[in-house]
């Protein structure tokens, strides 16, 4: 059938939708561009034949996924049975795409920074969908998309986990697919093959008839490596779970130690113990006298060393053609002297010595801007401010400086110049903030100024 489907572009889908333009398919389906007459709006419709086997379950399936509800999953709109050319097909109407993954990578792998961008709202996704009993089970190139520069992942493959996936496995289908049961498992390995490709050109080697995992290329790096090598596992119960491939891209910070308070049970412990070990000190005091209180000074403890955080002067926005800067740390100190009772005074000798305190800034070092990616405009749309638009963009840093995460600290009155923006944001690289010479985590805040003639970027280092 796949030589037919292109004839049928200008058709009419039951008097409602009108096949634009073939778009693509296979042996057993075909997306064409048509519009939901009612929103005026630009859509896609999928047309599968109507098994007599399937077709009971197919139509099910479409409807629950409609009913659906996540940013990242690919809205289904309307579905139905039609026949075209005296062919009997199922439809199924969704969100029209302006591309898709497949069509990027004969081009160029992605960069690490773009790899990040796709995973996290795709394993959000993922969890989502598992967390209802629901698999994907589908997921490849062609079915991570783009709307209105938002990734989304094809829906109407979704299905319950445990039901047959209705189709012969592809390159992107784990071992366990010769019997056609679907699971999240599945989904995890066809997350990893994709992930290398995407960062590849191409997928692992795999010899299904050995017992062996796939062997992953040399040139993909960490922390991807680890990723895909726990996707991968033959053994679907050796897989990383959705949960953990997040944990080991973006590791949630350790938790403070909690404060002991009067109330709590440590402190009670540490009280119970010290109020003794004071009134032990207080008769000894009693008994020894001056003598006690006048040690030589070789005798006296040492004076306890105390580190006090220092809150750095952040620097100036500044073009992002210009480096920033590294400003150093400096170093405080607190002291108090001993007091020693007077031989003529009536005062009462003092019961304890207090240590001299000396407190000790961190040094902190900004990272720097080492690579600025300007906003993708048209000069037309440029043309159409009045004034100037400011976006601001917070980025999060990792310690090697690239950016794992981007979000709005002002979007701006233009969803079009804020979406360009935020595009830009996840691109750019830094080089490692430091804090005593150790590299750590930062953000940054990106200013975008978009007037009619240009458009341009000053960073500023928010933390540390």
Request: proline share 10%.
């Amino acid at each position: 059938m796949k030589p037919e489907w292109k004839r049928w572009e200008g058709r009419v889908v039951n008097g409602e939708f009108h096949l634009r333009r073939y778009v693509g398919g296979s042996d057993h389906s075909a997306v064409f561009v048509t519009e939901r007459s009612a929103q005026q709006q630009k859509a896609a419709i999928k047309l599968v034949p109507a098994d007599p086997q399937n077709a009971g379950l197919q139509l099910p399936r479409w409807e629950g996924a409609g009913k659906l509800s996540h940013p990242h999953l690919l809205r289904l709109f309307q579905t139905g049975r039609c026949e075209l050319g005296g062919i009997a097909l199922l439809y199924v109407v969704t969100e029209y795409a302006e591309e898709n993954l497949s069509e990027v990578l004969p081009q160029r792998p992605l960069t690490d920074a773009e790899a990040r961008d796709m995973l996290r709202p795709a394993l959000d996704a993922l969890a989502y969908l598992h967390s209802k009993g629901l698999v994907h089970g589908h997921i490849k190139p062609a079915n991570i998309m783009v709307v209105a520069d938002q990734l989304r992942l094809s829906s109407d493959g979704i299905r319950e986990i445990g039901e047959s996936s209705g189709s012969q496995p592809s390159v992107y289908d784990p071992p366990e697919a010769v019997s056609a049961v679907t699971s999240a498992a599945g989904d995890v390995w066809s997350l990893g093959m994709t992930l290398v490709e995407t960062l590849t050109q191409r997928l692992p080697g795999w010899d299904k008839t050995q017992r062996g995992d796939p062997a992953l290329p040399a040139t993909l790096q960490e922390p991807f490596r680890s990723v895909a090598r726990n996707c991968l596992r033959r053994n679907p119960e050796e897989r990383w779970t959705v949960a953990e491939i997040k944990s080991h891209l973006w590791p949630a910070p350790a938790a403070p130690a909690p404060a002991l308070t009067e109330g709590s049970p440590g402190a009670f412990a540490k009280w119970g113990y010290m109020v003794p070990l004071i009134a032990a000190c207080l008769v000894l005091a009693a008994l020894a006298g001056p003598r006690l209180l006048n040690r030589t000074p070789e005798a006296q403890p040492a004076p306890a060393a105390v580190k006090t955080p220092k809150i750095e002067a952040q620097p100036k926005p500044s073009p992002a053609t210009s480096n920033v800067g590294t400003p150093d740390g400096g170093t405080s100190h607190r002291g108090s002297s001993d007091s020693k009772p007077s031989p003529k005074s009536n005062t009462p000798p003092p019961t304890a010595l207090r240590p001299v305190a000396t407190a000790k800034s961190s040094r902190v070092v900004h990272g720097e801007v080492l690579q600025q990616v300007s906003p993708e405009v048209s000069q037309s749309a440029l043309r159409t401010i009045q004034g100037t638009v400011k976006v601001k963009v917070r980025v999060e840093v990792d310690p090697s400086g690239s950016v794992v995460g981007a979000k709005f600290d002002s979007a701006g009155p233009s969803k079009y110049f804020a979406s360009r923006a935020l595009q830009a944001a996840r691109r750019w690289e830094f080089s490692p903030a430091e804090v005593d010479g150790r590299k750590v985590a930062s953000e940054w805040v990106l200013r975008f100024e978009f007037a009619r003639n240009s458009a341009k970027a000053f960073p500023t280092p928010a933390t540390p």
